[in-house]
Every structure is written in structure tokens, then in C-alpha cells.
């Protein structure tokens, strides 16, 4: 059996559809949260198949649908905001020695958003489910397989 690939076909940043003062502020990581720092990136997706009894012929399903998904997703990102925000560091020179604060950069405007990626691969939401193992392909599904947490800083 050929070994399933994966079809990048758009993407696009998602955020918050409201924002509130609480989203401007820095989102601190606690001592337990920058210990992970060091562990693989987290990365959390989700597999859907088509809806069924969905016309799949309509030239406009799959924009509708996307755009359903973004919609859900912007107005899920109000609730948790920090899923849309991004690594950073900033030196606090007052100390001594001087230290780093890492945080979560939640600011509407230095955040681009929440990653949306849409794809398609030549294989069934089943094939994916029904081994025991997790399939090799799975992987090439994120665009940071294999990287550690503390690369986010440059790499989202």
C-alpha cells in the first residue's frame, strides 16, 4: 500500500471575533507551565469528515463549510484566548541579575491568530482511527512535528 500523503490547500490565522481588555494583557506562565517549555510542541488538531447528506457537487460547500469552522473557531477563541496568542520574552532589566518573564503574547494586534490549516490526504478519517498505532502520516499533518516548545518563539 502507497504511503498516504497530505495536500496543503489553504491557511489562514483565526482570532478572537470580540476582544476585551482581559485579552490585551499578558497571559504569565506559572512555574509548572515553563517546565514544559522543553517538551515537544503541543499540537491539537481536529479530523472531519463530510457532513452527511451534504451536496459535495455545490461549488460553494466547501467555502461555506470552511468558513463555518473559522466562525466557530473565532467565537471559541473568545472564551480561550491565549490559543491565539504567541511565545514571548521580555527582560527585566530592574532586577539583579536581570531576568526573563516568558509569557503569552495575547495582544489582538502582535498576534496573528489561531492557525487554520486546511488539507486533504488520500485516505479516510477510519484509516486513521482504526489502528492501534498512530499512522506515520499523522505527523505531516502539523507544521511543527518535532520541535520543541521554546522554538515557538520563531517559528509560529
Not at 107 to 132: E, Q
Amino acid at each position: 500500500m502507497a504511503t498516504p500523503t497530505v495536500r496543503l490547500i489553504s491557511e489562514c490565522f483565526v482570532k478572537p471575533k470580540f476582544t476585551s481588555e482581559e485579552t490585551k494583557e499578558p497571559y504569565y506562565l506559572t512555574p509548572r507551565d515553563l517546565v514544559k517549555l522543553s517538551f515537544n510542541y503541543i499540537q491539537k488538531g481536529l479530523l472531519y469528515s463530510k457532513p452527511p447528506g451534504a451536496n459535495v457537487d455545490d461549488p460553494n460547500f466547501m467555502a461555506t463549510f470552511l468558513d463555518r469552522l473559522k466562525d466557530s473557531l473565532a467565537l471559541t477563541l473568545d472564551h480561550f484566548y491565549p490559543l491565539s496568542g504567541r511565545l514571548a520574552t521580555k527582560k527585566e532589566d530592574s532586577t539583579t541579575p536581570p531576568s526573563y518573564v516568558i509569557f503569552v503574547d495575547c495582544n489582538n494586534n502582535s498576534s496573528p491568530g489561531a492557525k487554520f490549516i486546511h488539507a486533504a490526504a488520500d485516505m479516510t478519517v477510519s484509516d486513521i482511527l482504526s489502528p492501534i498505532y498512530v499512522p506515520p502520516v499523522v505527523y505531516s499533518f502539523f507544521d511543527h512535528d518535532k520541535v520543541i516548545n521554546h522554538d515557538g518563539h520563531t517559528l509560529s
